[in-house]
Each structure stands twice: as structure tokens, then as C-alpha cells.
């Protein structure tokens, strides 16, 4: 028997059947589009049909679209033209196009629905004994996606190092996943960006008679930044004293709060660079070496001075506003953080080296870093055996 192949069916297509008046309405009315005013150009035409076949006639990549589709939007509501818009949407779609919010109409919802504007985004890990911290910033490119800019800056030395570039909204989120994620122990908040602008141009003038590949790097970044965001012009914990304040604050830090302070493991490895720590320690050393003989009380007295004297010309003016500062950012890092008491400790902190500018170091924040530097000091250097300082020295200066 004989079997007969069935015949696939083909799918049925609608072509909407115009007249000669018509066609000619829509290809005069596409060649007007460019030049053309989107309400007048739309006035002209009277037919839902012909208003969708002119949509499908537009060209997707053209600046001029979007005015005339929403003003065709705002003319027609039939179901015709609502297709053309979901047509033209997909087509934008799949060029990669941001369709610009073109919606169809509901009962809630506009034809057109606003395009939500793109914020700068900005997070920024903790200030490390060197003054350096990681910085993540992405500003809102137009039409669309970010331009983004990831850094290792120092409050010292600069811009340390710097990268930037355009990224879609999809890879943007994805390198700021990354960045938060980039080591274990990293503790990143997000901060505004006036905030973070402030620090990156900071850290950009303090490089500017070194300049290096990081400051270079910046520069073009630097551009698009400030077209966009004003630096603030003050310490961002500023704006939340009265978050942080309270009538049980001194007016200095006792000692016990500074050493809670220091403890917290964002600090716990502040210290002053053992490399400015040399000379004191060279001098402690002869002082030791020195045949007079001295009682203990003595000798701590002589340490102390030498001491206050290292303080002295280290902690110049502004050495001291650069400490004052690092303390002001991790009072705003310790508030984002919901880390409110720290915060508190943090500003009294800094609070305590601007008041006392033209005191002595003595029972301060700095005074406690220097003695907690050099027990560290010893300490390494007592096992490595680099240089053998005896234990009664390390008792003279606790």
C-alpha cells in the first residue's frame, strides 16, 4: 500500500493590504523622520495600520526614534500599534540596544515608561598602617553602561595604582562581586560617591610631584568623575555627628578606650614605620651602652625623653592632621559598618590630635601607637636576632 507524505503546513503570514495613497503616506512620512518635529510628524498620520508599518520602518539605531515612537505612542492606543512598539522593542533587543523604557500601555502603566536614571556607585575598604586602601567607583555612561574604576590609593603617596574602563550594567555588577569578594578578610563598605571622590582627589594631589603609571591611569578617569560628582569639601563623618555623639562622651579618650580602639582587627596592625623608628631606637641603644650608671627610674625618664623628643619632630603639624584624617575615615568606615561605638572612639580619636596640636603627645592616640610600635619592634627584632636589645631595655620603655 502506498503511503502518501503528508504536506508540512506553511505558516500563514498577514500582510496588511494598503493603498497607493497609503504607501505613498508611509514612505513620505519615514523619509521626513530625521528633520522631522515628533507631534507634527505624527499628526499626519490618520491610520492605526499605517502608524504601525511606519514603525517597522524606523530604524532602531537612530537618536530620532524614540521622540517619534512616543509620539505615535501618545496618538494611537490600538492594538496594531502597541504589536509595532513590542516589535520594535524586541528588534532593539537584539541589537544590544537599550529600547529606553519603550513599554506597551497597561492599566497601571504608562505606554512610555521613564527611563530610571544610573547612579555612581562607590565602595572603599579600610585605611591599612601605610595609609593605603582599596577604592571601587563606577560612573554612569550615556546611553548606557558604566565606566568603571578600580584603585589602590595612599594618603601619602598617591595614586598607587589605578585601572579603568567601559563595562556593561551586567559586567560591571559582576567586577564589583569580585572586588568585594577579592580576599578573605576584606571589609568593604559602600560609601557615597562625594565621599569617594574626595579621597581618590586627596590621594591624586598628595602624588602630584611623584606622578607614576597608577596617577596616569587616573587622570582619564579623572575627567568623567568630576563631570558628574563634586568632591565634598569636608571629613564625611561630618555629616553624622549626631548618629555618633552622645552626652557620655569626654572630652578625651581615656587610656583604656584607645587600647579598645587599637585592638578593634581593623587597627590592631596600625603602627608607625619602623623605618622612621630607626633613629629613636639607635639613640635607646647608646643610652643602654652608655657606661654611667643609671636606677631604672632613671632610665625610663631618659627613654621618655627621647621619646617626647622623636614625637616632637615626627609628629610635625602635618603628620598629625594626616593621622587626624585616617582617624575621621575610619570613624565614617566604622559607621557604615553599623559599628557605631567604634565610631564614636574613632572620632574622639581624632578629635583628641586636633585639639592637642600644639600639646604635648603625651597619654594620646599617637603616644599609645609609639609605645605599641616599639614593643613591636623589639619584639621582631629580639627574635630574629638582627639586633640584640636585652630585655631590661624592653621593660624600661613598657
Known sequence: MQRHKQSKKKPVTHVQTLTPDQKNLVEKTLSEAPHAD?????????????????????????????????????????????????????RMRQ??????GIELKTVDQPLLKPTEKEQARAFMGPIDAQGTRPVFMAIPL????FEVGIGVVSDEEGILHFLSGAYSKKNMTEMRRRF????????????????AARVLEKAYSAGRENPNEGAEAYVAFRTLLLSQVSPLDHPAINDHRSEIESEGMGPR???????????????????IDPD???????????????????????????????????????FADSRKALFQERFEEMAYLF??????????????????????????????????????????????????????LDTREERIIA
Open 38 to 90: 515628533p507631534s507634527e510628524w505624527a499628526d499626519r498620520i490618520a491610520d492605526p495600520a499605517v502608524a504601525a508599518l511606519i514603525l517597522d520602518g524606523l530604524p532602531i539605531s537612530e537618536g530620532f526614534t524614540v521622540p517619534l515612537v512616543q509620539a505615535i505612542a501618545a496618538r494611537f492606543q490600538q492594538k496594531p500599534v502597541q504589536k509595532a512598539i513590542r516589535r520594535m522593542v524586541f
Open 180 to 195: 568585594l569578594e577579592s580576599a578573605e578578610d576584606a571589609v568593604f563598605a559602600e560609601v557615597t560617591p562625594p565621599h
Open 142 to 145: 550615556a546611553p548606557q553602561g
Open 335 to 388: 559607621l557604615k559598618r553599623q559599628e557605631t561605638e567604634y565610631a564614636r572612639l574613632s572620632l574622639m580619636a581624632a578629635e583628641d590630635i586636633a585639639h592637642r596640636a600644639e600639646a604635648s603627645m603625651d597619654e594620646t592616640v599617637l603616644d599609645f601607637l609609639l609605645e605599641r610600635s616599639l614593643k613591636g619592634l623589639l619584639k621582631a627584632r629580639r627574635e630574629s636576632k638582627a639586633h640584640g
Open 253 to 271: 579618650l581615656t587610656r583604656s578606650q584607645i587600647e579598645k580602639l587599637l585592638d578593634h582587627p581593623l587597627l590592631i596592625t596600625w603602627t
Open 276 to 314: 622612621h623608628l630607626k633613629p629613636l631606637l639607635e639613640e635607646i641603644a647608646q643610652l643602654q651602652e652608655s657606661p654611667l650608671v643609671l636606677s631604672t627610674t632613671q632610665q625610663t625618664d631618659r627613654v621618655r625623653g627621647l621619646e617626647r623628643h622623636w614625637a616632637e619632630t615626627h
Open 95 to 100: 541589537k544590544g540596544i537599550d529600547p529606553l
